[in-house]
């Protein structure tokens, strides 16, 4: 036999025992080199000790073991892996038979992880992933999906050893609060358009998604006490592109999604600037009773609603009601920012009849940090998106108790451009670049804000210049998951140095996903 020929026959041997889900190396007595192992997991955990010699290797045999509570995670585990191992991965329950398992097991983690931390060991013989509540298990299993290769995020089967990296985890948010948001208005995405990407940031953890639902030149969501919002005031969008809406129902469903992804909805009306769809829908919104030209440019700050007229509070009453009746999450968003055709005493009398309403409805605000100089009830969360590093209404909030939502938008707008050529988004809040995206804190960004009184991050996204979900990719990835360590990880175990690395492993899983990032020259891409 020449060697040419040897090592053929000896590639379809090693083939057929990978087909076999058998371990191809084992004769050799080798551990297959992990792609990622525990310390490279985007958001960095708590705490991460890699053991190379207790890799788990999965098998066709191999099934998901759970309890009660932790049945629903089993199942969307299951449902990550079978696609590229074509395996079955049945999800038992207790502690039937002694095959190789995933054991998925709510209740019995340590204290210290709370409930949305988790322990994580892999070993020879199995996984185990513990958490006191079904989100612990759900965010521990975005963990263990990074710690197989790549190619786990394939859609179709992988003809390949599915090994998992070994060692242990222990790991829990420093905020609790980690968002994202995806302006709808601007242009309108599809229900099926938001479920992708509610999927894409539910593998970094975010457990937030803020639907920036209205604006001037779009309406997005089914009222049905004001039902043309939505038939009239959803008709258009940016530059003349097809505009649309949410039925009640098809956004009760986004809900439910979110919710499977352990995600909550955050619905933002804003008002009362922006608002021009609605008064384009609505003649007796404005103040001369006359309906308004729709808008498709990307002006800001012409529109107001009508601040001393009766219906306006009837209008926002009905929205409010209608937009907490569907919405299970505590937070509705009332925007309020870039309302330079308000007078200042307007917004002020704006803001004293709205937020009883909001509260009426047993919701708490949250809106744009401009609110914070309204004396919002102590619960309302003002989200910061300032370009600077101070700003004394925020402060003064913040001092009065009012936690803070960090998204400055020189640092975390995700629509900003990367640099000058990008051909996509904004550039207003400068130019966004992956290091200048991740190299902040948002403890110690604004004046008079501390860890105390941050309640987490958001990474806004606004769709002036996006129309597809590749352009959201494009500008989400890879700048989202940097955000998203943000408000995960803890902040002394997060430098530039170290991210940039770990970032890079990402990337293969991106393909696998179909995801569409920019190639940053600041990261050396595998
Ligand atoms: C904003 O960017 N107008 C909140």
Same mark, same amino acid.
Request: hydrophobic share 35%; with cysteine; charged share 20%.
């Given at each position: 036999?020449?060697?040419?020929?040897?090592?053929?026959?000896?590639?379809?041997?090693?083939?057929?025992?990978?087909?076999?889900g058998?371990?191809?190396?084992?004769?050799?007595?080798?551990?297959?080199?992990?792609?990622?192992?525990?310390?490279?997991?985007?958001?960095?955990?708590?705490?991460?000790?890699?053991?190379?010699?207790?890799s788990f290797r999965l098998s066709p045999a191999t099934?998901i073991?759970?309890?009660?509570?932790?049945?629903?995670?089993?199942?969307?585990?299951?449902?990550?892996l079978?696609?590229a191992t074509?395996y079955?991965l049945?999800?038992?329950?207790?502690?039937?038979?002694?095959?190789p398992a995933i054991?998925?097991?709510?209740?019995?983690?340590?204290?210290?992880?709370?409930?949305?931390?988790?322990?994580?060991?892999?070993?020879?013989?199995g996984v185990?992933?513990?958490?006191?509540?079904?989100?612990?298990?759900?965010?521990?299993?975005?963990?263990?999906?990074?710690?197989f290769p790549?190619?786990i995020?394939?859609?179709?089967?992988?003809?390949?050893s599915w090994v998992v990296?070994?060692?242990?985890?222990?790991?829990?948010?420093?905020?609790?609060?980690?968002?994202?948001?995806?302006?709808?208005?601007?242009?309108?995405?599809?229900?099926?358009?938001?479920?992708?990407?509610?999927?894409?940031?539910?593998?970094?953890?975010?457990?937030?998604?803020?639907?920036?639902?209205?604006?001037?030149?779009?309406?997005?969501?089914?009222?049905?006490?004001?039902?043309?919002?939505?038939?009239?005031?959803?008709?258009?969008?940016?530059?003349?592109?097809?505009?649309?809406?949410?039925?009640?129902?098809?956004?009760?469903?986004?809900?439910?999604?979110?919710?499977?992804?352990?995600?909550?909805?955050?619905?933002?009306?804003?008002?009362?600037?922006?608002?021009?769809?609605?008064?384009?829908?609505?003649?007796?919104?404005?103040?001369?009773?006359?309906?308004?030209?729709?808008?498709?440019?990307?002006?800001?700050?012409?529109?107001?609603?009508?601040?001393?007229?009766?219906?306006?509070?009837?209008?926002?009453?009905?929205?409010?009601?209608?937009?907490?009746?569907?919405?299970?999450?505590?937070?509705?968003?009332?925007?309020?920012?870039?309302?330079?055709?308000?007078?200042?005493?307007?917004?002020?009398?704006?803001?004293?009849?709205?937020?009883?309403?909001?509260?009426?409805?047993?919701?708490?605000?949250?809106?744009?940090?401009?609110?914070?100089?309204?004396?919002?009830?102590?619960?309302?969360?003002?989200?910061?998106?300032?370009?600077?590093?101070?700003?004394?209404?925020?402060?003064?909030?913040?001092?009065?108790?009012?936690?803070?939502?960090?998204?400055?938008?020189?640092?975390?707008?995700?629509?900003?451009?990367?640099?000058?050529?990008?051909?996509?988004?904004?550039?207003?809040?400068?130019?966004?670049?992956?290091?200048?995206?991740?190299?902040?804190?948002?403890?110690?960004?604004?004046?008079?804000?501390?860890?105390?009184?941050?309640?987490?991050?958001?990474?806004?996204?606004?769709? $002036?210049?996006?129309?597809?979900?590749?352009?959201?990719?494009?500008?989400?990835?890879?700048?989202?998951?940097?955000?998203? $360590?943000?408000?995960?990880?803890?902040?002394?175990?997060?430098?530039?140095?170290?991210?940039?690395?770990?970032?890079?492993?990402?990337?293969?899983?991106?393909?696998?996903?179909?995801?569409?990032?920019?190639?940053?020259?600041?990261?050396?891409?595998?």
């Amino acid at each position: 036999m020449s060697k040419r020929l040897s090592r053929t026959v000896l590639g379809v041997a090693v083939l057929s025992l990978v087909t076999l889900g058998l371990p191809a190396t084992a004769s050799a007595g080798q551990h297959a080199k992990a792609e990622r192992t525990v310390t490279d997991v985007v958001p960095a955990p708590v705490d991460a000790k890699p053991d190379p010699r207790a890799s788990f290797r999965l098998s066709p045999a191999t099934v998901i073991r759970t309890d009660r509570e932790g049945k629903q995670v089993a199942e969307y585990l299951a449902g990550l892996l079978r696609p590229a191992t074509g395996y079955r991965l049945p999800v038992v329950s207790g502690h039937r038979g002694g095959g190789p398992a995933i054991s998925l097991e709510t209740g019995h983690a340590s204290g210290r992880v709370g409930s949305e931390g988790y322990q994580l060991k892999v070993s020879p013989s199995g996984v185990t992933l513990k958490a006191n509540t079904d989100e612990g298990l759900f965010l521990g299993v975005q963990t263990l999906r990074q710690l197989f290769p790549s190619e786990i995020e394939s859609k179709t089967v992988k003809k390949r050893s599915w090994v998992v990296s070994g060692g242990s985890v222990l790991d829990y948010p420093r905020f609790g609060y980690r968002s994202a948001m995806l302006d709808v208005a601007r242009h309108f995405f599809t229900p099926d358009q938001v479920k992708l990407y509610i999927d894409q940031i539910a593998q970094y953890k975010i457990n937030n998604l803020h639907l920036h639902l209205t604006d001037d030149q779009g309406w997005r969501i089914e009222i049905k006490s004001w039902p043309k919002l939505a038939t009239v005031g959803g008709q258009t969008a940016v530059g003349g592109a097809p505009g649309g809406y949410y039925t009640q129902e098809q956004y009760k469903d986004l809900v439910r999604y979110a919710a499977s992804r352990h995600i909550t909805i955050v619905p933002e009306i804003d008002m009362p600037g922006h608002t021009n769809a609605a008064q384009h829908s609505y003649a007796e919104l404005n103040c001369d009773g006359k309906a308004v030209p729709p808008r498709t440019d990307i002006e800001v700050g012409y529109s107001s609603l009508c601040i001393g007229k009766d219906i306006t509070y009837k209008f926002v009453d009905d929205v409010i009601r209608e937009l907490s009746a569907i919405t299970p999450g505590k937070y509705i968003n009332i925007g309020g920012d870039e309302a330079h055709s308000t007078s200042p005493e307007d917004y002020q009398t704006f803001a004293t009849k709205v937020h009883p309403i909001v509260a009426k409805y047993g919701k708490t605000i949250t809106g744009w940090h401009d609110i914070a100089k309204t004396n919002p009830p102590v619960s309302a969360v003002p989200q910061f998106w300032g370009t600077t590093g101070t700003d004394a209404n925020v402060a003064a909030a913040a001092a009065r108790g009012n936690k803070i939502l960090m998204s400055p938008a020189n640092k975390a707008y995700l629509d900003m451009k990367y640099h000058a050529q990008t051909p996509l988004g904004l550039s207003w809040a400068g130019l966004i670049e992956v290091k200048t995206g991740y190299d902040w804190d948002p403890a110690t960004h604004l004046q008079g804000v501390t860890e105390k009184n941050v309640i987490g991050v958001e990474a806004p996204l606004w769709s $002036e210049t996006l129309i597809t979900s590749d352009h959201i990719e494009f500008m989400a990835f890879p700048r989202l998951p940097g955000y998203a $360590e943000i408000g995960w990880s803890p902040k002394d175990s997060r430098t530039w140095d170290a991210y940039r690395l770990r970032l890079a492993k990402q990337s293969p899983r991106w393909v696998q996903q179909g995801i569409d990032f920019y190639r940053s020259t600041q990261v050396d891409w595998k």
